[in-house]
């Protein structure tokens, strides 16, 4: 479907390889710019509706009357692959006196050109009510069956976790810096009829350091640490790992940090904005963040006050210049809400 003020095109699928073109309905008879087609039961009555996005005009929802035929729906939810069963292939078997009748449908992302189908697979099973089974082929590889649905209902699957499945994966929060606590979240997913151990290793020496599910850990020198969750079962094991950028918690060598005439608040700041204040006009100010980015520099200044809101969270070095000359480099946490 993809013209210019010209009919839509619409075939019906006859199921043995050919298409015949529909000729007659109000489809197909409206003149617009047709660029995509998304097709969905807006109305929950098992029968597909079309929407047509329109270029130059209004879109357009036709509604399917139905014809009386069966349908099945399936809404799907990935548990251990992607939440929308995203690359789901769904095969429907239908018997029909001898002959065993196998359809087939992904679930994809996308359609066509600018469109998003129902994520809801459907098929329509014409005058047979009677479905034999259901195969789901999830993306993560594994097959989920159903035996003799019944016809013209939504059926609500969600993705059984295969049997001794393991899949390590964690999160990481908190400051990164030495000296401050730092929280590791494990959304590892496993099949929970087995026992299931966990095995961090922050300092990637080989050394398991927790084996809580999901624990603290306290950096005290900087570096770059490749931190891993290993799981297991009694059938396997799983790994995930990934890189850690911890940086020393006070400011870089040279930069002198005994305050005195200037004031750096709020510090910590819950949002992100702090004011720098001196009792002496300030000249200049530049903000760098923990790896010696610059994140703000002023023009001049010249007053005693100046409010700077950044779009950064953690720590950063405020630098500020004074008419006098004096310049002093203050630490501050910003965004820790
Ligand atoms: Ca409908
Ligand atoms: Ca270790």
């Given at each position: 479907?993809?013209?210019?003020?010209?009919?839509?095109?619409?075939?019906?699928?006859?199921?043995?390889?050919?298409?015949?073109?529909?000729?007659?309905?109000?489809?197909?008879?409206t003149?617009g710019?047709?660029?995509?087609?998304?097709?969905?039961?807006?109305?929950?009555?098992?029968?597909?509706?079309?929407?047509v996005a329109n270029?130059e005009g209004s879109n357009a929802l036709?509604?399917?009357?139905?014809?009386?035929?069966?349908?099945?729906?399936?809404?799907?939810?990935?548990?251990?692959?992607?939440?929308?069963?995203?690359?789901?292939?769904?095969?429907?078997?239908?018997?029909?006196?001898?002959?065993?009748?196998?359809?087939?449908?992904?679930?994809?992302?996308?359609?066509?050109?600018?469109?998003?189908?129902?994520?809801?697979?459907?098929?329509?099973?014409?005058?047979?009510?009677?479905?034999?089974?259901?195969?789901?082929?999830?993306?993560?590889?594994?097959?989920?069956?159903?035996?003799?649905?019944?016809?013209?209902?939504?059926?609500?699957?969600?993705?059984?976790?295969?049997?001794?499945?393991?899949?390590?994966?964690?999160?990481?929060?908190?400051?990164?810096?030495?000296?401050?606590?730092?929280?590791?979240?494990?959304?590892?997913?496993?099949?929970?009829?087995?026992?299931?151990?966990?095995?961090?290793?922050?300092?990637?020496?080989?050394?398991?350091?927790?084996?809580?599910?999901?624990?603290?850990?306290?950096?005290?020198?900087?570096?770059?640490?490749?931190?891993?969750?290993?799981?297991?079962?009694?059938?396997?094991?799983?790994?995930?790992?990934?890189?850690?950028?911890?940086?020393?918690?006070?400011?870089?060598?040279?930069?002198?940090?005994?305050?005195?005439?200037?004031?750096?608040?709020?510090?910590?700041?819950?949002?992100?904005?702090?004011?720098?204040?001196?009792?002496?006009?300030?000249?200049?100010?530049?903000?760098?963040?923990?790896?010696?980015?610059?994140?703000?520099?002023?023009?001049?200044?010249?007053?005693?006050?100046?409010?700077?809101?950044?779009?950064?969270?953690?720590?950063?070095?405020?630098?500020?210049?004074?008419?006098?000359?004096?310049?002093?480099?203050?630490?501050?946490?910003?965004?820790?809400?």
């Open positions: 479907m993809c013209s210019t003020d010209v009919p839509v095109e619409f075939f019906i699928n006859n199921g043995d390889k050919t298409f015949t073109e529909v000729e007659s309905e109000e489809l197909v008879s003149l710019s047709y660029y995509g087609v998304a097709l969905g039961d807006y109305n929950g009555d098992g029968y597909l509706d079309a929407l270029v036709y509604r399917n009357t139905g014809s009386g035929n069966s349908w099945v729906q399936l809404k799907l939810e990935g548990v251990v692959s992607n939440y929308a069963a995203i690359g789901a292939r769904v095969y429907l078997y239908q018997s029909s006196g001898e002959t065993v009748i196998r359809k087939m449908r992904e679930l994809a992302s996308n359609s066509g050109y600018s469109s998003l189908n129902d994520l809801r697979v459907h098929f329509g099973l014409g005058e047979n009510t009677s479905i034999d089974s259901i195969e789901i082929h999830w993306p993560e590889a594994h097959v989920q069956k159903i035996y003799s649905p019944t016809a013209n209902q939504t059926l609500e699957v969600a993705e059984v976790i295969p049997d001794a499945y393991l899949q390590s994966h964690f999160s990481i929060s908190g400051v990164q810096i030495t000296g401050e606590e730092i929280s590791f979240t494990s959304n590892s997913k496993y099949d929970d009829s087995y026992e299931v151990s966990f095995a961090w290793d922050f300092n990637d020496d080989g050394v398991v350091d927790s084996e809580e599910e999901s624990p603290m850990y306290v950096y005290t020198e900087p570096g770059v640490f490749d931190v891993s969750l290993e799981i297991s079962n009694s059938e396997g094991i799983s790994t995930f790992s990934r890189f850690l950028d911890i940086e020393l918690s006070q400011a870089p060598l040279g930069l002198g940090l005994e305050a005195s005439s200037i004031k750096v608040y709020p510090n910590p700041s819950e949002s992100r904005h702090i004011t720098i204040e001196s009792e002496e006009t300030i000249e200049h100010v530049v903000i760098w963040g923990m790896s010696g980015n610059k994140l703000f520099e002023s023009g001049k200044v010249d007053r005693k006050e100046l409010k700077v809101s950044l779009n950064y969270s953690g720590v950063v070095f405020v630098e500020t210049l004074l008419q006098s000359g004096v310049k002093e480099t203050h630490k501050a946490v910003i965004g820790i809400k």
